[in-house]
């Protein structure tokens, strides 16, 4: 199978036709939205970063590359659920859904690199 096909897009973004199987990454619901207008098909709590380590980063750019190696640490606690949504990624698309304003450092940014890594 070819490279992954694994999407980031906002919470708050529309949805788009393309998105495909769509995953909210975070470990709270978004505030302010439905369930409805999420569209999500699943919800990976396990897979977000911890209250902890999400509370250390708080959006401090600086704490960005500690904040990445942590968190793909937790990850690995996790292997099943990365093997699944890679396994799934390779079958048909996958958006990752997040609520984070930078969208260039975010947890599913990070997310993805892990998924891409388990991926033949």
Same mark, same amino acid.
């Given at each position: 199978? &070819?490279?992954?096909?694994?999407? @980031? $897009? $906002?919470?708050? *973004?529309?949805?788009?036709?393309?998105? &495909?199987?769509?995953?909210?990454?975070? =470990?709270?619901?978004? +505030? &302010?939205?439905?369930?409805?207008?999420?569209?999500?098909?699943?919800?990976? #709590?396990?897979?977000?970063?911890?209250?902890?380590? =999400? $509370?250390?980063?708080?959006?401090?750019?600086? +704490?960005? *590359?500690?904040?990445?190696?942590?968190? @793909?640490?937790?990850?690995?606690?996790?292997?099943?659920?990365?093997?699944?949504?890679?396994a +799934?990624?390779? =079958?048909?698309?996958?958006?990752?859904?997040?609520?984070?304003? *930078?969208? #260039? +450092?975010?947890?599913?940014?990070?997310? $993805?690199e892990?998924?891409?890594?388990?991926?033949?």
């Open positions: 199978m &070819g490279a992954p096909t694994i999407r @980031l $897009r $906002r919470v708050y *973004d529309e949805p788009a036709a393309d998105d &495909g199987y769509r995953v909210l990454v975070d =470990r709270l619901w978004p +505030r &302010g939205m439905t369930k409805e207008a999420a569209r999500i098909d699943e919800w990976v #709590r396990d897979l977000a970063p911890s209250h902890e380590l =999400r $509370r250390w980063y708080h959006r401090e750019p600086e +704490r960005w *590359d500690e904040f990445r190696n942590r968190y @793909l640490a937790e990850l690995e606690q996790h292997p099943e659920m990365l093997d699944e949504l890679a +799934r990624a390779g =079958r048909m698309p996958v958006t990752l859904v997040y609520s984070a304003r *930078d969208e #260039r +450092r975010n947890n599913a940014v990070v997310l $993805r892990a998924i891409d890594q388990r991926r033949p």
